[in-house]
Protein backbone atom coordinates (compact mmCIF):
# COMPACT_ATOMS: atom_id res chain seq x y z
CA UNK A 1 0.00 0.00 0.00
CA UNK A 2 1.05 3.99 -0.36
CA UNK A 3 0.24 6.97 1.36
CA UNK A 4 -0.03 10.05 -0.53
CA UNK A 5 0.50 13.62 0.43
CA UNK A 6 -0.66 16.61 -2.13
CA UNK A 7 0.88 20.33 -1.49
CA UNK A 8 1.56 23.23 -3.23
CA UNK A 9 -2.17 24.34 -4.35
CA UNK A 10 -2.76 27.99 -3.52
CA UNK A 11 -4.05 31.27 -5.05
CA UNK A 12 -2.91 33.16 -8.08
CA UNK A 13 -3.36 35.30 -10.75
CA UNK A 14 -4.13 34.28 -14.27
CA UNK A 15 -0.73 34.03 -15.92
CA UNK A 16 0.95 32.63 -12.98
CA UNK A 17 2.78 29.43 -11.85
CA UNK A 18 2.24 27.12 -8.95
CA UNK A 19 4.31 23.83 -8.70
CA UNK A 20 2.30 20.74 -7.28
CA UNK A 21 4.07 17.82 -4.87
CA UNK A 22 2.95 14.56 -4.30
CA UNK A 23 4.97 12.88 -1.71
CA UNK A 24 4.96 8.86 -1.12
CA UNK A 25 5.32 6.41 1.38
CA UNK A 26 5.02 2.88 1.69
CA UNK A 27 5.73 0.07 -0.96
CA UNK A 28 8.82 1.11 -3.70
CA UNK A 29 7.24 4.27 -4.94
CA UNK A 30 9.40 3.27 -8.43
CA UNK A 31 6.86 0.43 -8.47
CA UNK A 32 4.34 3.21 -9.93
CA UNK A 33 3.01 4.59 -12.43
CA UNK A 34 1.80 8.23 -11.16
CA UNK A 35 -0.97 10.62 -12.43
CA UNK A 36 -2.56 13.86 -11.41
CA UNK A 37 -6.29 14.66 -11.64
CA UNK A 38 -8.88 17.64 -11.18
CA UNK A 39 -12.45 17.88 -9.73
CA UNK A 40 -13.62 21.56 -10.50
CA UNK A 41 -17.02 23.27 -8.53
CA UNK A 42 -19.91 21.19 -10.10
CA UNK A 43 -17.60 19.05 -12.42
CA UNK A 44 -16.60 15.29 -12.89
CA UNK A 45 -12.72 14.66 -11.54
CA UNK A 46 -10.74 14.46 -14.86
CA UNK A 47 -7.06 13.80 -16.26
CA UNK A 48 -4.29 16.19 -16.20
CA UNK A 49 -1.13 13.96 -16.57
CA UNK A 50 0.83 11.10 -16.00
CA UNK A 51 4.18 9.56 -15.83
CA UNK A 52 5.33 6.27 -16.07
CA UNK A 53 7.75 4.55 -13.06
CA UNK A 54 10.78 5.19 -14.88
CA UNK A 55 9.56 8.81 -16.03
CA UNK A 56 10.48 7.88 -19.00
CA UNK A 57 6.30 8.71 -20.87
CA UNK A 58 4.39 11.22 -19.48
CA UNK A 59 1.13 11.91 -20.88
CA UNK A 60 -0.85 14.74 -20.85
CA UNK A 61 -4.60 16.52 -21.45
CA UNK A 62 -5.30 18.59 -24.41
CA UNK A 63 -6.25 21.57 -21.98
CA UNK A 64 -3.11 21.42 -19.78
CA UNK A 65 -0.72 20.49 -23.02
CA UNK A 66 2.52 22.67 -23.32
CA UNK A 67 1.80 24.16 -19.88
CA UNK A 68 1.91 21.67 -17.39
CA UNK A 69 5.22 19.40 -16.99
CA UNK A 70 4.75 16.12 -14.42
CA UNK A 71 7.98 14.90 -13.42
CA UNK A 72 9.05 12.25 -11.14
CA UNK A 73 12.31 11.71 -8.40
CA UNK A 74 11.78 8.03 -7.41
CA UNK A 75 14.56 8.50 -5.15
CA UNK A 76 13.03 11.33 -2.88
CA UNK A 77 9.44 9.62 -3.64
CA UNK A 78 7.95 12.33 -5.11
CA UNK A 79 6.00 12.98 -7.97
CA UNK A 80 5.66 16.98 -8.84
CA UNK A 81 3.22 18.76 -11.36
CA UNK A 82 4.47 22.34 -12.95
CA UNK A 83 1.63 24.22 -14.23
CA UNK A 84 2.64 27.82 -16.21
CA UNK A 85 0.45 29.99 -17.75
CA UNK A 86 -2.38 29.21 -15.52
CA UNK A 87 -5.67 29.78 -16.91
CA UNK A 88 -9.51 30.89 -14.55
CA UNK A 89 -10.08 27.59 -15.73
CA UNK A 90 -7.47 25.64 -13.67
CA UNK A 91 -9.32 26.36 -10.95
CA UNK A 92 -9.73 22.41 -9.30
CA UNK A 93 -8.97 20.36 -6.00
CA UNK A 94 -5.94 18.72 -7.60
CA UNK A 95 -5.66 15.09 -6.40
CA UNK A 96 -2.10 12.46 -7.34
CA UNK A 97 -2.67 9.18 -7.81
CA UNK A 98 -0.62 5.92 -8.01
CA UNK A 99 -1.17 2.79 -9.90
CA UNK A 100 0.58 -0.74 -10.45
CA UNK A 101 -0.90 -0.72 -13.77
CA UNK A 102 1.48 0.81 -17.00
CA UNK A 103 -1.72 1.26 -19.25
CA UNK A 104 -4.88 3.00 -19.55
CA UNK A 105 -3.62 5.85 -17.59
CA UNK A 106 -5.45 8.94 -18.36
CA UNK A 107 -8.17 6.76 -17.01
CA UNK A 108 -9.30 7.51 -13.18
CA UNK A 109 -10.63 3.61 -12.73
CA UNK A 110 -6.80 2.79 -13.31
CA UNK A 111 -5.45 4.05 -10.39
CA UNK A 112 -5.55 2.38 -6.77
CA UNK A 113 -4.11 4.88 -4.61
CA UNK A 114 -5.24 8.51 -3.92
CA UNK A 115 -4.55 11.00 -2.33
CA UNK A 116 -6.31 13.90 -0.02
CA UNK A 117 -6.24 16.87 -2.53
CA UNK A 118 -4.92 20.40 -2.88
CA UNK A 119 -7.22 23.34 -3.65
CA UNK A 120 -5.58 25.87 -6.64
CA UNK A 121 -7.52 28.84 -7.17
CA UNK A 122 -6.85 30.87 -9.75
CA UNK A 123 -8.47 34.42 -10.16
CA UNK A 124 -8.77 36.40 -13.66
Known amino acids: QVQLVESGGGLVQAGGSLRLSCAAS????????MGWFRQAPGKEREFVAA????????SYADSVKGRFTISRDNAGNTVRLQMNSLKPEDTAVYYC?????????????????WGQGTRVTVSS
Open 97 to 113: AATVTRDGLTKEHAYDY
Open 26 to 33: GRTFSSYS
Open 51 to 58: ISRSGGST
